[in-house]
């Protein structure tokens, strides 16, 4: 199950609770594992090459050598995994050859470790929150088993995050800052990237759920419910109490900070927005997202 959309949008934390469900494992935000091993952190606190599960479902997936395959995987997907090519991925055009077997080999890897975490976990439903619109495409075009989560937040909420400083945990062998943006920036990624998302899914008729960031957090059983039946539901939610969710801790990739946050989490919608923003940004906000701002839940 992949959750799609723009960063900022609560990805991290729908991720987590999915993730407490039984038969269901996460990856966390699987587009940056691939490069610079030895730079990456699990959420778990350990280096990525020191943390056993990592281990385990690597080395199922690519071999004792994994490192290496892991390096050689990003520097394919660095020149292949573009948004130049986003038409020939649709099927509107013909991918030049060398970049269809690289898009083909880049979608191998990460189907590889999707079913190599769900071995490890005995898990039926693997999560991969990468966002990232690029990556769904590339699943969508030769995935039959994929199904999404398209997570939408009111623009100005996510702009605001963007502007804001923040720590990023797991990089670079510890604790940096993560990417800022201006409004104005935030606001043209979050309509593009959003689109495509949106063209990716009706143009390869993956079921999927249309979910909003307001609705996960004062609703979240609700929510939660909603995006398990696109795999046959589940069991009862109880780690969902009204809006506080108990957590644990879970091996994934990704920086937020709010990935290594456990145990008892009371949810609280984040209208910073509104005093972050001042009136211009705000306006520019609302006219860069206004046209498919009205088609997503917020």
């Known amino acids: 199950m992949f959750i799609a959309g723009w960063g900022r949008s609560g990805s991290t934390l729908l991720e987590r609770m999915l993730a407490e469900v039984d038969g269901v494992t996460t990856v ?156 104005a920036r935030s606001a043209v990624e979050w309509t593009l990237r959003n689109a495509l998302v949106d063209v990716t899914l009706r143009r390869y008729r993956i079921d999927a759920v249309s979910l909003g960031y307001r609705d996960m957090i004062n609703h979240p059983e609700t929510s939660l419910g909603r995006v398990l039946a696109l795999v046959d539901g589940a069991d009862p939610l109880e780690f969902v109490h009204g809006t506080k969710v108990e957590l644990g801790s879970r091996h994934a990739l990704g920086g937020n900070p709010g990935r290594t946050n456990i145990g008892t989490i009371e949810l609280r919608v984040d209208d910073g927005w509104r005093q972050e923003l001042d009136r211009i940004e705000q306006v520019a906000v609302a006219v860069l997202s206004a046209p498919v701002a009205w088609h997503y839940p917020k």
């Open 28 to 183: 966390g935000e699987l587009f940056q594992l691939w490069g610079r091993v030895d730079r990456r952190t699990c959420a778990c606190g350990l280096p990525l090459l020191e943390c056993r599960w990592w281990d385990d479902v690597l080395r199922s997936a690519f071999g004792d050598d994994w490192p290496t395959v892991v390096d050689d995987i990003g520097a394919l997907r660095r020149r292949a995994v573009r948004h130049r090519h986003v038409a020939g991925l649709l099927g509107y055009r013909d991918l030049p050859d060398g970049v269809a077997r690289d898009v083909d080999r880049y979608r191998d890897a990460v189907c590889a470790v999707h079913q190599a975490a769900a071995c490890v976990d005995g898990a039926s439903v693997v999560i991969d929150a990468s966002k990232s619109p690029i990556d769904l495409l590339v699943l969508a075009s030769g995935e039959s088993r994929l199904r999404a989560v398209h997570l939408t937040r009111d623009a100005r909420g996510v702009a605001a995050s963007w502007k804001r400083e923040r720590p990023r945990h797991g990089h670079d062998g510890g604790v940096g800052r993560m990417m800022q943006h201006s409004a």
